[in-house]
């Protein structure tokens, strides 16, 4: 089992910043994937961005140039530092990974709510 434990959500003014943060309780070289998902109300999940073992990301059309995803192994722990923020990014974020098997694990959720 993976427990991953999100924080860093809240309410912030359209063009702000959050940064948000996922610590996972195993080392991150157990994982061949990690992303950040959303899911606004009434809404599927939708990916934000994602990293590979080897370094590479891939990120959204809707967040590129805004949003970006990064690791730090030492901490088992990966960020997604959003700027620029818009309404439309109101959502609930979510972390996730994927071991080598393959198995998926989520995060419980953080909150992440823009004003107009």
């Known amino acids: 089992q993976v427990q991953l434990v999100e924080s860093g959500g809240g309410l912030v003014q359209a063009g702000g910043s959050l940064r948000l943060s996922c610590a996972a309780s195993?080392?991150?070289?157990?994982?061949?994937?990690m992303g950040w998902y959303r899911q606004a109300p009434g809404m599927q999940r939708e990916l934000v961005a994602d990293?590979?073992?080897?370094?590479?990301?891939n990120y959204a059309d809707s967040v590129k140039g805004r949003f970006t995803m990064s690791r730090d192994n030492a901490k088992n722990t990966v960020y997604l530092q959003m700027n620029s923020l818009k309404p439309e990014d109101t959502a609930v974020y979510y972390c996730?990974?994927?071991?080598?098997?393959?198995?998926?694990?989520w995060g419980q959720g953080t909150q992440v709510t823009v004003s107009s």
């Open positions: 990293i590979t073992s080897g370094g590479s990301t």
């Open positions: 195993r080392s991150m070289y157990s994982f061949n994937i």
């Open positions: 996730s990974v994927t071991d080598w098997v393959p198995r998926r694990y």
